[in-house]
């Protein structure tokens, strides 16, 4: 199981910081992924972090603003969010898969809504 929280209402350039707490599988011999998606558009990858946390891919636009990370003792991703524009709403979920891939997902958790406003 995994749970994303740590959304809400933010100004342009302001900052967030997203959790994804899991469950049910060992934590530490899994990739995490955060995607989102904004109304009427398709779900995006963000980025990708591998089990051990040495490996991260972010997507273009958000590289150099987001940073991906992850505690393994807390069971527990996250997504830090700086520089935060209007393109950057979305409902924000992360998801894994049962191959340690980067780009492989099989379950999916709730998503925590991001809102920037002008």
């Known amino acids: 199981q995994l749970q994303a929280s740590g959304g809400g209402l933010v100004q342009t350039g302001g900052s967030l910081r997203l959790s994804c707490e899991a469950s049910?599988?060992?934590?530490?011999?899994?990739?995490i992924g955060w995607f989102r998606q904004a109304p009427g558009k398709v779900r995006e990858g963000v980025a990708c972090?591998?089990?051990?946390?040495?490996?991260?891919w972010y997507e273009d636009s958000v590289k150099g603003r987001f940073t991906i990370s992850r505690d393994n003792a807390k069971n527990t991703a996250y997504l830090q969010m700086n520089s935060l524009d209007y393109e950057d709403t979305a409902v924000y979920s992360c998801a894994t898969g049962n191959r340690n891939i980067c780009g492989w997902y099989d379950y999916w958790g709730q998503g925590t809504q991001v809102t920037v406003s002008s």
């Open positions: 049910g599988f060992t934590f530490d011999e899994h990739h």
């Open positions: 972090i591998g089990s051990d946390g040495e490996y991260a």
